[in-house]
């Protein structure tokens, strides 16, 4: 079978994979967007740095509460700024760049194998099992930079293989130059990382495949085109912020990393072998048919071929590289999904065609339909006791029957896949079975899980109290909400500095940090404005503020002192 080229492509080939695809990402991406109210601190903090930038008109340097943010390049905060100028300021806008970069890489993930695979099913398979993995729903539905990074990530790694297989220099050029372009886009986006990843990834492809050679050639031209990509901000940042590049470098590359430095403490230390439950947990529901994908992947056929050998680099390295970091978040090992798509796709559906194991793959569905019944009949059980007992209720009623709906639906086609005998129609039925429960994650989000972390409400119910003459602080874990749903950049932060510690610490930004021993003067000063002062921090943080006034209210977990002017 002769591989596909561009020029074979017809849309009526096509166009039902692509109506499939797309119609899985609206219905369980984007359909959902705006339900939940944004998560503090990643959400609410994303999306305030893009309001200050549409507010204030500066695109160059990112800021959060009017202060200096070298966290993250820019990209991430265009993508997100543009987002609000379109749909607003609203949950739907700051979590639509997330979902736009996770709808992308499917896309891309279908048209690069149907290039390269000599299995069209694959090439429908794969961005289906992409969309349908909890991790990458989980973050694409969620306002971070790893959806966007992991789509940069992607369409350059594809770019490169793209060029691999050109046997033409034009062709061979392009696909180099774009595979630079999106490098560039992605330093932009979140830094090093992403020069590490593909440069380490590509040399050890290019070493399993024996073409030494290539080694000195090939990386020159993506080399170049990242660096004139990224050369026009990174020019304008250095002269607007000088700070920001020994910053970047040091603290958010080396100390990250390394786990070394003075300000270490914060990136989030974990064990050697943290990836390793998100990687099985952030597969499900198809991690189930591990067995089924292991018997697939152990025909040495599939690797006889260099794209299936350049998608084990491509997904095994970066989980080794983030693995051998100090810092670890279950986001960072996004970029490993889109090539283990690929595998799980060539297991399963290999497992079924060549290797019979049909009667394993429904032996496993139906196991996997009990185990569903099972946490059904757990959670209708939870709730019914929990409204006799005084424990916490995790859904109301409306919620409860809803899910009872979607996980009925998931159940019965666990035990109706069976009857199905072409094996992408199995694999197709086991994607959509969960589809009703996936769309509807975040409306069965318990409100409890949410007290914490979703500040919204009880911002907006606090406001009553601010007017804009009033002096404001903010835990820092709050700080980003307080601004985003107060519409301010003067927050004060108090209590800690927590990821705003290096700038806090610059003569132009010392006066906005309030530690606990200049409160109590801090508030006295204040109280005597016309607006007086107003405090917002955690129930358990109440200790570490002098009460000086009373408290107006205290409401759930969040606490919120306003102390009056005197009369």
């Not at 991406?29 to 500066?58: F, H, K, T």
């Not at 709808?103 to 961005?127: H, M, Q, T, Y």
């Not at 539905?141 to 790893?146: G, I, K, M, R």
């Not at 909400?481 to 510690?501: N, S």
Request: charged share 15%; net charge positive; aromatic share 16%.
């Amino acid at each position: 079978m002769k591989k596909s080229h561009w020029s074979n492509f017809q849309i009526t080939d096509i166009l039902p994979s692509l109506c499939l695809i797309s119609s899985l990402f609206i219905v369980i991406y984007i359909l959902q967007l705006g339900i939940m109210p944004l998560v503090s601190q990643d959400e609410v903090r994303y999306a305030e740095v893009a309001r200050e930038m549409i507010v204030s008109g500066n695109w160059v340097v990112p800021r959060l509460d009017g202060i200096d943010y070298f966290e993250k390049p820019v990209l991430g905060h265009w993508m997100n700024a543009v987002s609000e100028l379109v749909f607003g300021g609203n949950n739907f806008a700051v979590r639509f760049s997330s979902a736009f970069c996770t709808g992308l890489s499917a896309v891309l993930l279908f048209f690069f194998l149907r290039k390269f695979s000599k299995e069209e099913k694959i090439a429908l398979l794969a961005p289906v099992i992409f969309l349908t993995s909890g991790l990458i729903l989980a973050i694409g539905t969620f306002s971070v930079l790893d959806a966007q990074i992991s789509f940069f990530i992607t369409a350059a790694m594809a770019s490169f293989y793209a060029a691999y297989c050109s046997k033409k220099i034009t062709p061979k050029f392009l696909w180099l130059v774009l595979c630079g372009v999106f490098a560039g886009l992605g330093f932009l986006t979140k830094g090093f990382l992403v020069f590490v990843v593909l440069t380490i990834s590509i040399a050890l492809f290019l070493i399993w495949e024996k073409k030494w050679k290539n080694l000195f050639t090939m990386p020159w031209i993506p080399l170049i085109t990242a660096i004139i990509t990224i050369l026009p901000w990174g020019i304008n940042v250095y002269y607007q912020a000088p700070d920001f590049w020994r910053y970047f470098i040091v603290v958010e590359h080396y100390d990250r990393f390394m786990h070394a430095g003075k300000y270490s403490g914060a990136l989030h230390p974990e064990p050697f072998w943290f990836f390793i439950p998100i990687l099985f947990v952030g597969a499900l529901p198809w991690a189930f048919h591990l067995p089924e994908i292991i018997v697939g992947l152990k025909d040495k056929i599939l690797f006889s071929k260099s794209l299936t050998r350049y998608c084990v680099i491509w997904a095994v390295f970066p989980f080794i590289f983030f693995s051998a970091s100090s810092g670890k978040l279950a986001t960072y090992i996004l970029p490993c999904f889109p090539p283990l798509a690929v595998l799980i796709a060539y297991g399963l559906y290999n497992a079924l065609d060549k290797c019979k194991k049909e009667k394993l793959f429904n032996t496993t569905n139906l196991i996997f339909g009990y185990f569903l019944i099972t946490a059904l009949a757990a959670a209708v059980i939870y709730v019914i006791i929990s409204r006799f007992f005084n424990i916490p209720t995790l859904w109301n009623l409306k919620q409860l029957l809803t899910g009872i709906v979607a996980v009925s639906f998931w159940t019965a086609l666990m035990f109706f896949i069976k009857k199905a005998t072409h094996p992408l129609n199995k694999l197709l039925l086991f994607a959509l079975a969960p589809i009703l429960a996936m769309s509807l994650k975040s409306y069965l989000t318990p409100e409890s899980a949410l007290t914490n972390i979703a500040h919204e409400k009880f911002i907006s119910e606090q406001s009553k109290f601010i007017t804009k003459d009033t002096t404001v602080m903010a835990y820092q874990d709050m700080m980003g909400a307080v601004c985003w749903y107060l519409k301010r950049d003067d927050i004060y932060v108090y209590g800690k500095p927590g990821e705003l510690e290096h700038p806090l610490k610059q003569p132009e930004f010392q006066s906005r940090f309030i530690n606990k021993e200049k409160a109590a003067a801090f508030i006295s000063e204040k109280r005597n404005n016309t607006g007086g002062a107003a405090i917002f921090l955690r129930t358990k943080n109440r200790k570490d503020i002098p009460i000086v006034s009373d408290i107006d209210a205290i409401k759930d977990k969040t606490m919120f002192s306003k102390f009056n002017p005197k009369q």
